[in-house]
Every structure is written in structure tokens, then in C-alpha cells.
């Protein structure tokens, strides 16, 4: 059984090239690709599955608060975050993690 995967990025290029390197692996199946957090909440609701990918920075809803609304209520995914940057600004994200 595959390993069902939502991913969650605000730029086409990264999301598009995520979604290229897990569909050349028969081990995961991606279900759905999103481009915003309030995408990838609706995405996990709708297709529960065994991992969410997940950018940090993302308009509508940023990945921070995807994690804590997850939390909040009781969603158990497997979850890889990431972000691409650095810097101060990535610091601060952490922070509110």
C-alpha cells in the first residue's frame, strides 16, 4: 500500500517538481497538490493522508498555523515541514512553532 501524501507550496515550480519526483515512486501516491494553507487543511479533511508536506510560508494561511489548527483539533498526520530562505525571517518562524 502506497503512502498518501498532500503537498502543500505556494510556488507552482517547487509544488510541480515535488509532485514529479513522488509519482516516479510507486511507494507514495500523492492525492492531492495545494497552494495555500486554507488548500491544504480542506486537502487533509477531505483525503486523510499518511503525510502532509508542507511549505511554511504560504499565503492564506501560513504553515504555522496549518500545524497549530491541526493540533488543535487532534489531526495525527505524518508531517514533513519545510523553508526555503533562512535567515532572520526563518528564525522567527520557528519561534511560533
Known amino acids: 500500500m502506497a503512502i498518501r ?3 502543500a507550496d505556494d510556488h ?3 509544488l510541480a517538481g515535488l509532485a ?3 509519482s516516479t515512486d510507486r511507494a507514495f501516491e500523492v492525492v492531492a497538490c495545494t497552494n495555500n494553507g486554507a488548500e ?3 486537502a487533509v ?3 486523510t493522508p499518511d503525510v502532509l508536506v508542507l ?3 504560504m499565503p492564506v494561511k501560513d504553515g504555522v498555523t496549518v500545524l497549530r489548527e491541526m493540533k488543535r483539533t487532534g489531526s ?3 508531517m514533513v515541514t519545510m523553508c ?3 535567515g532572520q525571517g526563518a528564525a522567527g518562524i520557528f519561534e511560533r512553532l
Open 5 to 7: 501524501l498532500v503537498l
Open 76 to 78: 495525527r498526520y505524518g
Open 84 to 86: 526555503v530562505g533562512g
Open 40 to 42: 491544504a487543511l480542506a
Open 55 to 57: 511549505d511554511l510560508r
Open 45 to 47: 479533511r477531505t483525503f
Open 20 to 22: 514529479q519526483v513522488f
Open 12 to 14: 507552482p515550480v517547487v
